[in-house]
C-alpha cells in the first residue's frame, strides 16, 4: 500500500520562527489532507490540497503531485501552533492514510 | 461548518463489558469512518460506512463492529471490551457521491473518545 512519511518527527521553535513541515508519499494520491491535533486530541482540517497552493493566514501548504510531496509553512509561530501535525493521502477508495504525524513544541 | 460529534470525550469500562461508541454528523454525509489512535502506531481504520446500512472492514477490524441505522449516526461496538482496546477513538465524515477523486472527499474529525478499559 502507499507509504506516507513525515519529518521532522519532533521540532522545537521560539515563538515568532517560521519553520517547514515535510509529507513524502509513494504513489500518486486523490487526496491529500494536512491536519493540526490539538492538545485534547481533536484533529483539525488545515488545508485540502491534492496539488497547488493554498494559504490561511499564517498557515500555507503547497503539493507538489508530480514529484510526490506536500510542505506546510508556518509563519510567525505562537504557542497555540503546538500540537502534532498529521498528512494523509487517499489514492483511491475511502481510505486514508496517516504519516506518524511532526509533534511541534513552541515555546515563549 | 461540518460538525461532527462522539458520544463521550472520556469514557471507562470493565473488561467483558459490551461498550457502544457513538458518533454523529449533521452535514449530511454518505461516508463515515471510525479509528483508533495509539502511541507509536497513528491512526489506523476500523470500519467505515458509505451509505445507510453499509459497511466494509478497515485495517483493524478485529474485536469491532458498526451499526448504521441512520445517515447521520455511525455507531462502534466493542462486543466484549477488553485491555488492549484502550485507546483514543476517532470518528469522521466525509461527501463522497461518486467514490472517486474531486473536492467532496475531504474527511472531518470529531472530537474523540479516550476509551479505557481496566
Known amino acids: 500500500g502507499i507509504q506516507v512519511e513525515q519529518s521532522p518527527p519532533d521540532l522545537i521553535l521560539q515563538e515568532g520562527a517560521n519553520s517547514t513541515l515535510r509529507c513524502n508519499f509513494s504513489?500518486?494520491?486523490?487526496?491529500l489532507q494536512w491536519f493540526h491535533q490539538n492538545p485534547w486530541g481533536q484533529l483539525i482540517n488545515l488545508f485540502y490540497?491534492?496539488?497547488g497552493t493554498k494559504q490561511n493566514g499564517r498557515l500555507s501548504a503547497t503539493t507538489v503531485a508530480t514529484e510526490r510531496y506536500s510542505l506546510l509553512y508556518i509563519s510567525s509561530s505562537q504557542t497555540t501552533d503546538s500540537g502534532v501535525y498529521f498528512c494523509?493521502?487517499?489514492?483511491?477508495?475511502?481510505?486514508?492514510?496517516f504519516g506518524a504525524g511532526t509533534i511541534l513544541r513552541v515555546k515563549s | 461548518d461540518v460538525k461532527v460529534t462522539q458520544s463521550s470525550r472520556y469514557l471507562v469500562k470493565r473488561t467483558g463489558e459490551k461498550v457502544f461508541l457513538e458518533c454523529v454528523q449533521d452535514?449530511?454525509?454518505?461516508?463515515m469512518f471510525w479509528y483508533r489512535q495509539d502511541p507509536g502506531l497513528g491512526l489506523r481504520l476500523i470500519y467505515f460506512?458509505?451509505?445507510?446500512?453499509?459497511?466494509e472492514k478497515g485495517d483493524i477490524p478485529e474485536g469491532y463492529s458498526v451499526s448504521r441505522e441512520k445517515k447521520e449516526r455511525f455507531s462502534l461496538i466493542l462486543e466484549s471490551a477488553s485491555t488492549n482496546q484502550t485507546s483514543m477513538y476517532l470518528c469522521?465524515?466525509?461527501?463522497?457521491?461518486?467514490?472517486?477523486?474531486?473536492?467532496?472527499?475531504?474527511?472531518?474529525f470529531g472530537p474523540g473518545t479516550r476509551l479505557t478499559v481496566l
Open positions: 469522521a465524515s466525509s461527501l463522497d457521491p461518486f467514490r472517486g477523486g474531486g473536492s467532496y472527499n475531504e474527511q472531518f
Open positions: 504513489d500518486s494520491v486523490n487526496n
Open positions: 490540497i491534492p496539488s
Open positions: 494523509a493521502v487517499r489514492r483511491y477508495g475511502n481510505k486514508l492514510v
Open positions: 452535514m449530511d454525509h454518505e461516508n
Open positions: 460506512s458509505y451509505d445507510v446500512k453499509m459497511k
